[in-house]
T-cell receptor, first 115, second 114 residues
Framework: ETGVTQSPTHLIKTRGQQVTLRCSSQ?????VSWYQQALGQGPQFIFQ???????GRGNFPPRFSGLQFPNYSSELNVNALELDDSALYLC??????????????FGPGTRLTVL | AQSVSQHNHHVILSEAASLELGCNYS??????LFWYVQYPGQHLQLLLK??????LVKGIKGFEAEFIKSKFSFNLRKPSVQWSDTAEYFC????????????FGKGTHLIIQP
């Protein structure tokens, strides 16, 4: 069984640029969630994708957007990068299968630095 | 909106000491409750979970947690910690069946001294 993978591992961008982060969900999982983890903080929920549609969103501006593909992999796009966007971005996959719906399996994350 | 509070941000214990990490959440509906652990250099892993039934749940590596509905609490415990338990611990409630994701606490940085 392959776990959640993310790419790239690290990324450095400058303010105002755009970035795309990628995630492959764990085998058999159809739901992908993205989280932002600032240094010394717990992860914060950005949004969730199920069946290629966003079906839940946290308190993040529209410049944070995403996609989910038919194979359940996902992308997180951030436009007009700001210094505060520097963080570890985590992808988590899960299944919508009864009560196990919210049990999420996390990838290693992408460390984004905005200069 | 739900929120979660972890009372201990930094905890230092000696090996074989007992551990209890506090977690309180604020949410009016039915929740699923999770504790996740992040070992140094590794990704977040599920430690244990509560969905329903017996409020005392057991997880991996000897950890357990007790759900007390009246207190909106889900405290994590371990009778005897080991050096390998050094990690960051996160309490995370989630609305039952919702698509709002997990709401993580700020985490507790646990250091076990040999």
């Amino acid at each position: 069984e392959t776990g959640v993978t993310q790419s790239p591992t690290h990324l450095i961008k400058t303010r105002g640029q755009q970035v795309t982060l990628r995630c492959s969900s764990q085998s058999g999982h159809n739901t992908v969630s993205w989280y932002q983890q600032a240094l010394g903080q717990g992860p914060q929920f950005i949004f969730q994708y199920y069946r290629e549609e966003e079906n839940g969103r946290g308190n993040f501006p529209p410049r944070f957007s995403g996609l989910q593909f038919p194979n359940y992999s996902s992308e997180l796009n951030v436009n007009a990068l700001e210094l505060d966007d520097s963080a570890l971005y985590l992808c988590a996959s899960s299944t919508q299968r009864g009560l196990s719906y919210n049990e999420q399996f996390f990838g290693p994350g992408t460390r984004l630095t905005v200069l | 909106a739900q929120s979660v509070s972890q009372h201990n941000h930094h905890v230092i214990l000696s090996e074989a000491a007992s551990l209890e990490l506090g977690c309180n959440y604020s949410y009016g509906g039915t929740v699923n409750l999770f504790w996740y652990v992040q070992y140094p250099g590794q990704h977040l892993q599920l430690l244990l979970k509560y969905f329903s039934g017996d409020p005392l749940v057991k997880g991996i590596k000897g950890f357990e947690a007790e759900f007390i509905k009246s207190k909106f609490s889900f405290n994590l415990r371990k009778p005897s910690v080991q050096w390998s338990d050094t990690a960051e611990y996160f309490c995370a409630p989630s609305a039952r069946g919702g698509a709002d994701g997990l709401t993580f606490g700020k985490g507790t940085h646990l250091i076990i001294q040999p």
